[in-house]
């Protein structure tokens, strides 16, 4: 299976970067590979605990000292409001932040706290407000850099009904709703790309490729014997076929730190080259549509517009 790596050796000394779920999979080897390039890191993690072990292993793996965990679940927009209060509180810079934080969808809908389905709240709405709240910051200290994770999943999404976001209404499956997720994560860096252009500040997403992580033991919040069943059979699928860690997060690590990305803004990568996103995914009437009903379904309020 082609994988492409990064093969930049550019130093991040002096920069800080953030990167969402950090704490295992391609997360915790972005967040290494940039601490390693002398970075300033910032774990944005659910779980502190498991954050703060992963953080002591990079430190004593990099010798850097400057890697530090902050509390983040993107399912909840309460924690997404109050870590970008806690980060521009205590970080005069932000260079990079990478979206990284997902799960794969349960096989029944869940409502996050916040009322979204469990699925879009995490890799979706979550990143889109975090990335709204720190946005002054990254454009005070351009030329900066916001990767979003997407997925090849996102070619079996249909154009998103703005009106029904999160399956009230329509009919819900995993695949639907992971793949719908991921689609937005697309659209999502479309319209960002346009409203920052000329800014200094570039907006790019990616396919890690079939990954062999825990992502599968995050999304299943259900307890019945099918869905435990299926989930496993899918995480043994690709740990049998799919791209180690490593070779996953050379994308996300391209994009964050390599010079012939410099400026580039609005594409999407997989195996640190550009290639084809699906055509929902490049439609520009639909990317504007669901900025504008997400500005609302997060309730972004006018002084945290900064576009």
Same mark, same amino acid.
């Given at each position: 299976?082609?994988?492409?790596?990064?093969?930049?050796?550019?130093?991040?000394?002096?920069?800080?970067?953030?990167?969402?779920? &950090?704490?295992?999979?391609?997360?915790?080897?972005?967040?290494? @590979?940039?601490? %390693?390039?002398?970075?300033?890191?910032?774990?944005?993690?659910?779980?502190?605990?498991?954050?703060?072990?992963? $953080?002591?292993?990079?430190? =004593?793996?990099?010798?850097?000292?400057?890697?530090?965990?902050?509390?983040? @679940?993107?399912?909840?927009?309460?924690?997404?409001?109050?870590?970008?209060?806690?980060?521009?509180?205590?970080?005069?810079?932000?260079?990079?932040?990478?979206?990284?934080?997902?799960?794969?969808?349960?096989?029944?809908?869940?409502?996050?706290?916040?009322?979204?389905?469990?699925?879009?709240?995490?890799? *979706? +709405?979550?990143?889109?407000?975090?990335?709204?709240?720190?946005?002054?910051?990254?454009?005070?200290? $351009?030329?900066?850099?916001?990767?979003?994770?997407?997925?090849?999943?996102?070619? /079996?999404?249909?154009?998103?009904?703005?009106?029904?976001?999160?399956?009230?209404?329509?009919? *819900?499956?995993?695949?639907? #709703?992971?793949?719908?997720?991921?689609?937005?994560?697309?659209?999502?860096?479309?319209?960002? &790309?346009?409203?920052?252009?000329?800014?200094?500040?570039?907006?790019?997403?990616?396919?890690?490729?079939?990954?062999?992580? @825990?992502?599968?033991? =995050?999304?299943?919040?259900?307890?019945?014997?099918?869905?435990?069943?299926?989930?496993?059979?899918?995480? /043994?699928?690709?740990?049998?076929?799919? =791209?180690?860690?490593?070779?996953?997060?050379?994308?996300?690590? *391209?994009?964050?730190?390599?010079?012939?990305?410099? %400026?580039?803004?609005?594409?999407?990568?997989?195996?640190?080259?550009?290639?084809?996103?699906?055509?929902?995914?490049? @439609?520009?009437?639909? #990317?504007? #549509?669901?900025?504008?009903?997400?500005?609302?379904?997060?309730?972004?309020?006018? &002084?945290?517009? /900064? +576009?």
């Amino acid at each position: 299976m082609p994988s492409g790596r990064c093969t930049s050796t550019r130093s991040l000394q002096g920069l800080t970067a953030i990167v969402t779920g &950090a704490s295992s999979g391609i997360g915790k080897v972005t967040a290494r @590979d940039l601490a %390693g390039r002398g970075a300033r890191v910032i774990l944005a993690c659910r779980n502190k605990v498991k954050a703060k072990e992963v $953080a002591d292993e990079i430190i =004593k793996v990099t010798s850097n000292q400057e890697v530090v965990v902050r509390q983040l @679940d993107t399912s909840d927009l309460q924690s997404v409001r109050l870590f970008a209060r806690e980060v521009l509180q205590t970080e005069t810079n932000i260079h990079i932040l990478v979206n990284n934080a997902g799960i794969v969808a349960p096989m029944e809908r869940h409502l996050s706290k916040d009322g979204f389905e469990l699925t879009m709240a995490t890799n *979706y +709405y979550g990143h889109f407000l975090l990335t709204n709240l720190l946005l002054r910051r990254l454009m005070e200290c $351009a030329p900066s850099r916001i990767i979003n994770v997407s997925s090849v999943a996102h070619f /079996f999404a249909w154009k998103p009904d703005v009106k029904d976001l999160n399956f009230n209404n329509k009919y *819900y499956n995993s695949l639907l #709703a992971y793949s719908q997720s991921k689609l937005c994560n697309i659209l999502f860096t479309q319209e960002l &790309a346009e409203k920052l252009r000329g800014s200094g500040v570039t907006a790019n997403s990616l396919h890690p490729g079939a990954v062999a992580t @825990d992502i599968f033991n =995050k999304g299943e919040v259900s307890q019945s014997w099918l869905s435990r069943f299926t989930t496993q059979v899918l995480d /043994f699928i690709i740990k049998l076929i799919g =791209k180690s860690v490593e070779s996953g997060a050379q994308t996300s690590i *391209y994009l964050a730190v390599s010079e012939e990305v410099e %400026g580039v803004t609005g594409k999407y990568f997989t195996d640190c080259k550009e290639t084809w996103c699906s055509l929902i995914a490049r @439609d520009l009437s639909a #990317a504007r #549509a669901l900025w504008e009903v997400s500005e609302v379904d997060v309730n972004l309020r006018p &002084a945290e517009i /900064f +576009y």
